[in-house]
């Protein structure tokens, strides 16, 4: 089992930056690639970001390319999004999972964490 915990979510006015964080307890961390989803009102749970189990493999969804940075610290059992230029369209609820694998789908992840709300304004 591993337990996974957001935070780092809040309120930002669009143009602005956000550093989310998802601490993890249990298994060993190092053993899971890591992956951050978002789900807002209305909408399916998307795909963020994804990170390898070292760190070296990273992928990033469309919309957020270019203004989302996946890291992790193994030593510290923690993998951050840091967000910059934040949109109104990114207003959802952010989650982290674990998973075996890098995945860029939902199914690809055992353990998920209970989210972190991110609100944007104009």
């Known amino acids: 089992q591993v337990q996974l915990v957001e935070s780092g979510g809040g309120l930002v006015q669009a143009g602005g930056s956000l550093r989310l964080s998802c601490a993890a307890s249990g298994r060993s961390f190092s053993n899971y690639a890591m992956g951050w989803f978002r789900q807002a009102p209305g909408k399916e749970r998307e795909f963020v970001a994804a990170?390898?189990?070292?760190?070296?493999?990273?992928y990033y969804g469309d919309y957020v390319k270019g203004r989302c940075t996946i890291s992790r610290d193994n030593a510290e059992n923690t993998v951050y999004l840091q967000m910059n230029s934040l949109k109104p369209e990114d207003t959802a609820v952010y989650y982290c999972a674990a998973g075996s694998y890098a995945s860029l789908s939902l199914l690809g992840y055992d353990y998920w964490g209970q989210g972190t709300q991110v609100t944007v304004s104009s």
């Open positions: 990170i390898g189990r070292i760190g070296l493999s990273k």
